[in-house]
């Protein structure tokens, strides 16, 4: 069954598309196949190669000279986070959605755009609307993949409209946005763009990338037409931010309700750090700190149904015949939930991570980010958001529940907490 994700026969089946019948019904639909996610074929290819290269380049990989610049990246905006909830008091009682997707998004947006927004710019509030909206919707949406006549019922129609409205509106902001870095483009002279240094984001890059082919214009209108560049950002900025942040979301939420473990872990990070910020070179000192955070992805996987692939022909997968053309639903949930890989399932320990030796250890069970040619690209990016955000806030707050909450969450295509409260009480240094 492990296998059964991995294979290469089995490409993207249109997860977010509505209908293929016809080319003009696929000129609506909310992905066309353009940008990443949806990508099939050469262009998925040619564009998985090129984030994967800017993810090197702008330090959000585990090769590269560029991984400090990306540290300080992470480590400015957790620091923000950290000062806001501080400024509002010795223990503030709060949902940290709104304060954690500002101070999250904030690196997504340094990385895809160029710039960040304040917190109250109608801007980027409005993209965050569209985007916990549209991560919700597109659950429900997507539906329409199995039964397209559903589109026809107002609450299908609904939920479409609302995506393909803010699609366009989004799609008019990504071009002013691009104005603006080419711009300050041209402005740069050659030779400090020859070797790529003051490249610093992906809509700079992408413009790059199209200035270097321009003897090619059939390869740029092929790959880098400006369809592909607004769909390429919306799915790095889309798929960075909602994930990174909901796990987060489920982490503190479990610690919060563990305190036993989050002390156990606050110890270790004390033990190692002292008062220092951390790093992305004291992860393998700190072995509970990582564990916990499989463990929060294991338990409450955040993409629970998996991303859909489909057959691309006839195949036999353990003695079971998958049909060409076949929708494949990689379940997490199940995979991460199963009684006879995981003991108490149900249970929140992150001593399953860590073996006798006190070493963290994964099995071929756990696939947060899926597995094979298509697995998340940003990965080890999210690994690093997830650790220098998680262990910032641990050494600054010890955290309560309000209230008790209930874990089952809400789904969309990603599966939220509920709303819910947390007590962050203000630490000294001793971290006491
Ligand atoms: C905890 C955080 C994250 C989780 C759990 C996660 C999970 C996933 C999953 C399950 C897939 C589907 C893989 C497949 O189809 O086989 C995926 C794909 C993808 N992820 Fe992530 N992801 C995370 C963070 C990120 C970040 C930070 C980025 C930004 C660079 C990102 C960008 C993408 C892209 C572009 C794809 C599509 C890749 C392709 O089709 O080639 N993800 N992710």
Redesign the pocket.
Known sequence: MANF?GFDTFS?TL?CRVDSSSKQKLEKAVSIRK?????EGEL?KE??RF?HHC?REFG?SKIGHQRKKMESLIMENVTNFVKYVQDLGEKPVLDPLEPLRHSVGSV?NM?VFGKSWSRDDKVWKWLQHLQEEGTQLIGVAGALNFLPFLRYFPKYKKSMDFLLDGKLKTHKIYQEIIDEQAKYLKNQTLDSLDDNKNITNLTQAFLMERHKLEHNPGFVQKFYNDQQFYH?LA???G???D??L???RWYLLYLAKHTAIQTNIRAEIQAVLQNQAPTMEDISHLPLVEASIYET?RIR???PV????GAMEDVFVDGYWIPKGSMIV?L?WAVHMDESVWKDPDVFNPGRFINEEGKVVRNAHF?????????????E???M??CLFGITIIQNFSLKLENDVNLTGQCGI?LNPKPHKLIFERLNETGL
């Open positions: 994700y993207r997860p940008g990443l996610i949806c990508a998925w564009q998985r984030v993810l959000g997504m990385l390429l799915d790095i900025f798929a960075g931010l994930t990174t909901t796990t987060l992805q996987s955040v993409v998996g991303i859909p692939h990689p997490q696939m947060p980010y899926q597995i094979g040619k298509r697995m998340c690209v940003g990965d990016l999210a690994r958001i997830l990603t």
